[in-house]
């Protein structure tokens, strides 16, 4: 239900709820006499701000870098760098803001990587939405490939339809991704050479610990005949995977996410989410072993307000001694 009524219920609750709270909170706290110009200007402020994260705020765009140090990491992969993108929802830019998906895609090119991955999130709610976009997104390209996994929006779960009409809605996103020349991993994994080193690029189906998102992701199928002592870079839509499924059941050093968007707002770098959940964004550690959630570029809600779009630039660092 939210789903599909996000972009109103946002404009209530921008324009309406919180400008009215605003104005009480003023009534609330304040002296009678400077009530009413200061909520004024408050209320003004409020709406000024929720304008501008529904235009401007929307269209910002971030490269960030991150370095993941590692004694597992082969020697032979030292300085190879992975971009990252996620949560693109591509039909919230569909029309006069394709340019930002664009802009995207020539951000991440101009970054000459190793390697990309996209995790998850390419479409709001159908396959349909996707076509528009299909030129830009097939010139991406990187010295190993694209890679990508599927996130909750890929499945088509939120709009009315048979079963076998949503099977087919989420044929056509995986066919879409791989017509695009991306390797599309659904609990597999592929194997990145540099002589007689390898690397693992592993791409789990999603799992959340919402029991309304999809829990296809099996971490026993995607790393089945990988040794323990191989170096793996795992790509999970869902961050509440890492603890609940990566961790206790795999060896996967570094693990991508994104999905929680940041809640698509923050304040100097910190967002309301944090209050939620530890893995909200940015790198967290548990021993020597990280998860990276990016906050990822677009959103069902074309809105966002302190908290731009991301693009991720990961250079892998070995520790090993010479």
Not at 78 to 92: A, K, L, M, P, T
Not at 152 to 169: A, I, R, S, V
Not at 252 to 257: D, I, K
Request: net charge neutral.
């Amino acid at each position: 239900m939210f789903v599909r009524y996000s972009i109103l219920f946002t404009l209530l609750i921008g324009f309406v709820v919180v400008p009215l709270l605003t104005y009480l909170l003023c009534r609330l706290l304040l002296p009678k006499r400077y009530v009413r110009k200061v909520a004024l200007v408050a209320v003004c402020v409020v709406l000024a701000l929720f304008g501008y994260g529904l235009t401007f705020g929307f269209d910002e765009l971030e490269v960030r870098r991150m370095e993941y140090v590692s004694a597992d990491l082969p020697k032979a992969f030292d300085g190879y760098r992975i971009v990252q993108f996620s949560d693109i929802h591509v039909g919230s830019y569909v029309g006069r803001r394709a340019w930002v998906v664009q802009q995207a895609v020539d951000s991440m090119l101009a970054l000459e990587p190793d390697m990309i991955v996209f995790t998850g999130d390419l479409q709001n709610l159908t396959p349909k939405e996707l076509t528009t976009f299909r030129d830009m997104l097939k010139s991406l390209h990187a010295k190993d490939g694209v890679y990508s996994v599927l996130g909750n929006h890929d499945y088509d779960l939120y709009l009315p339809g048979t079963e076998e009409e949503k099977q087919l809605n989420n044929l056509a996103t995986q066919q879409f991704e791989r017509s695009l020349g991306w390797t599309l991993l659904m609990n597999q994994h592929c194997l990145i050479r540099r002589g007689a080193d390898s690397l693992v690029i592993a791409g789990m189906e999603n799992w959340g610990d919402v029991k309304r998102m999809p829990r296809r992701g099996d971490v026993g199928r995607t790393l089945q005949g990988i040794k323990d002592s191989a170096f793996v870079v795992m790509l999970q839509h869902d961050p509440s995977a890492w603890r609940a499924k990566i961790l206790p059941e795999c060896q996967a050093q570094l693990t991508l996410s994104g999905h929680t968007h940041g809640m698509q707002f923050g304040l100097w770098g910190w967002s309301p989410m944090a209050l939620l959940k530890d893995e909200w964004g940015g790198t967290l550690y548990e021993g020597r072993r990280a998860l990276h959630v990016s906050t990822g570029i677009g959103g069902l809600v074309p809105f966002r307000l302190g908290m731009p779009g991301e693009i991720v630039e990961i250079t892998l660092k070995s520790s090993r001694a010479d």
